[in-house]
Structures are given as C-alpha cells and as structure tokens.
Nanobody, 124 residues
Framework: EVQLVESGGGLVQVGGSLRLSCAASEFTSATYAIAWFRQVPGKEREGVSCITSPSGTTYYADSVKGRFTISIDNAENTVYLQMNSLKPEDTAVYYC?????????????????WGQGTQVTVSS
C-alpha cells in the first residue's frame, strides 16, 4: 500500500507563495499518477493538478494555470506543488493522492491512496 505524507501548508498573505510536498512510499509500478486536490467545507474535493510517471505529463485546473507548478523528484519519490500569486479562494485543505490507472486525473474517486491533508490559508 502506498503511503502519502503532505507538508508545507500554512498561512500566507494574498499574492504570496507556498510550496507543498507529498512524500510517497515506494510504488509497485513505474506507471502511476500523483495529484493534488483541495477541499473547503461543504464543497466537493476539487482536482488542482496532476503529474504522471514515467512521462512527466502535467495537468492543471483552469483556476490555477499560470500560478501553480507541479513537479516530481523521482529519486526521492516526492511531488511538489509550487503555489504562487495566491488568492483567498485558494484557501482549502490540500490533499495528495495517487493511483495506478484511470484516465481522468481530476476525478477523486479514481485515486486509490490519499494523504492526511494540509491546510492552506490565504489571508487578505
């Protein structure tokens, strides 16, 4: 079973930056996807970004394109989400998730493994 541990959340002012990290235990296949989702109370979990292995293909929600960058350090099995130009609407609990198969990166139910979540708060 894949274990995921997020870190890097916190409180930041509007326009600021944060970098989230997702450390993953070893995968049993070289083909997998790791994504970031976020959720606010009363709303469904929203796909933010995804990166696939081994191709390195990346995906972003329209709301974060040009502001967020996802990357992977294969040697460390760690995925990063660099978040710049943060807005109050980015405030949420951010979750890291992983899956071995599935074609739609933004669908939460396709992911088999989840981290515990990390709070990101953007204050105005």
């Amino acid at each position: 079973e894949v274990q995921l541990v997020e870190s890097g959340g916190g409180l930041v002012q509007v326009g600021g930056s944060l970098r989230l990290s997702c450390a993953a235990s070893e995968f049993t296949s070289a083909t997998y996807a790791i994504a970031w989702f976020r959720q606010v109370p009363g709303k469904e979990r929203e796909g933010v970004s995804c990166i696939t292995s081994p191709s390195g293909t990346t995906y972003y929600a329209d709301s974060v394109k040009g502001r967020f960058t996802i990357s992977i350090d294969n040697a460390e099995n760690t995925v990063y989400l660099q978040m710049n130009s943060l807005k109050p609407e980015d405030t949420a609990v951010y979750y890291c998730a992983a899956k071995y198969w599935g074609s739609r990166w933004y669908l939460a139910y396709e992911y088999h493994y989840w981290g515990q979540g990390t709070q990101v708060t953007v204050s105005s």
